[in-house]
């Protein structure tokens, strides 16, 4: 059922987080090798290409259409390259220009968005149409909620693209956060609330939580974007806490979907990491409020963004892994591989947290975060690879392990 754009752009994404690893480790090394954050550009592209391989890939099933255009899907990829070439050319040339990056990254954003869009009024309509939204399905009320976070999710990586195109007050800050919380993350909830319950044999009961933390998130994202773009227009605890709860409720509504006794390979793979990602949550809407305790943004706002950063990612690997059937030609290897590359992640994000409160070395976490993507990364590979994905010996071995559990 998947397409060939939808593994494109997986791929994408996959190269990006790859690249955006070691810019990050090349900025918070002890003599750093660049200045900025042209990593947290490239990490945000990274995941909005794996997540919009999720959107591109279920788009077919809300428009009842096949629905596939290669051409059109290399138009993101096409945008990205240019924008990596172009600020390679400026870094090598001694004058570095972070626009130079910025630009293509948010116009491939845009296009990503686009491309959800066009594909719901192009292809050959199915020939036997199943309505998602009709009485009898049993999956109803899951895909209703799916619908609207990845329509939501859409829309805000579009505003987000716009934001880092226009830069307010010069800094792409206020781009990535909304590109990030109200693009990305309501699409991979979008995701895992489509391909959990059917992988699961099961309704998706939290469909009423997911809508209020989307509504909630938007909100706070709005008025927390506000306070980046204008600071001291008001006070920013009370969007904060509102964010906090909206990342509490849509993850509370996944866990609620109760996992069979006997976990497919799949669910056997992604249980730990669902149940991790909660408290990730929970770390990253903390990480919001104290980052704005005072009433105002503070360095620890960079701390919430990367917290956001490894909670998207995780949502989005989550359905990736779960929805390997639907999305792509491949299976992510089999595994406790998502719980390791979590538990780094966490506790990189915990060594992290002194350079933005007291300015010691960042790169200690910086290595920790970067070992946690490469885990994910061998992990993820092999959902592009057919022939790599059930087959090679450690999977067989992990296979094994599985079937005595």
Do not use: C, N
């Amino acid at each position: 059922m998947f397409a060939r754009s939808t593994r494109l752009w997986f791929l994408t994404g996959l190269v990006h987080l790859a690249l955006g690893l070691a810019l990050g480790l090349a900025t918070a090394a002890p003599t750093p090798g660049l200045t900025g954050f042209p990593h947290a550009i490239l990490l945000v592209t990274a995941v909005a290409f794996m997540a919009g391989a999720i959107l591109h890939g279920l788009t077919p099933a809300f428009a009842q259409r096949d629905a596939d255009l290669p051409w059109l899907a290399i138009v993101p990829i096409l945008l990205v390259v240019l924008g990596d070439g172009l600020w390679l050319a400026r870094q090598i040339s001694g004058a570095p220009l972070l626009s130079a990056l910025a630009a293509p990254h948010a116009l491939a954003w845009l296009a990503i968005s686009a491309h959800a869009i066009v594909l719901r009024f192009v292809g050959t309509p199915w020939a036997s149409p199943v309505d998602l939204f009709d009485a009898s399905q049993p999956h109803r009320k899951g895909d209703y909620g799916a619908a609207v976070a990845l329509g939501a999710g859409a829309l805000g990586l579009a505003v987000g693209a716009i934001l880092l195109l226009v830069a307010p007050r010069g800094l792409p800050s206020s781009g990535l956060f909304v590109a990030l919380s109200a693009g990305i993350l309501p699409m991979a909830y979008g995701g895992l609330a489509f391909v959990l319950p059917r992988e699961v044999g099961a309704r998706l009961d939290g469909v009423t939580l997911i809508i209020a933390g989307l509504v909630l998130l938007d909100l706070a994202v709005l008025f927390l974007t506000i306070g980046l773009i204008r600071p001291g227009a008001f006070d920013l605890r009370a969007p904060a806490a509102a964010l906090l709860l909206a990342f509490w409720l849509a993850g509370h509504a996944l866990i609620r979907t109760r996992l069979p006794a006997k976990l497919t390979p799949r669910l056997y793979t992604a249980r730990g990491l669902l149940r991790l990602l909660i408290g990730v949550a929970l770390l990253a809407g903390l990480a919001h409020f104290f980052a704005v305790f005072g009433g105002a943004p503070s360095t620890l706002l960079a701390m919430a963004f990367y917290a956001s950063l490894v909670l998207a990612f995780g949502l989005t690997a989550a359905g990736l892994v779960i929805g390997a059937r639907l999305l792509l030609p491949g299976e992510a290897r089999v595994g406790r591989w998502a719980v390791v590359a979590t538990m780094l992640a966490i506790l990189g994000l915990w060594i992290l947290t002194p350079y933005f409160v007291i300015g010691r070395s960042a790169f200690p976490g910086a290595v920790l975060l970067s070992a946690a993507g490469l885990v994910a990364l061998r992990g993820l590979w092999p959902l592009a690879q057919p022939a790599l994905g059930l087959d090679d010996h450690r999977t067989r071995q992990a296979r094994r392990r599985h079937a005595r559990d």
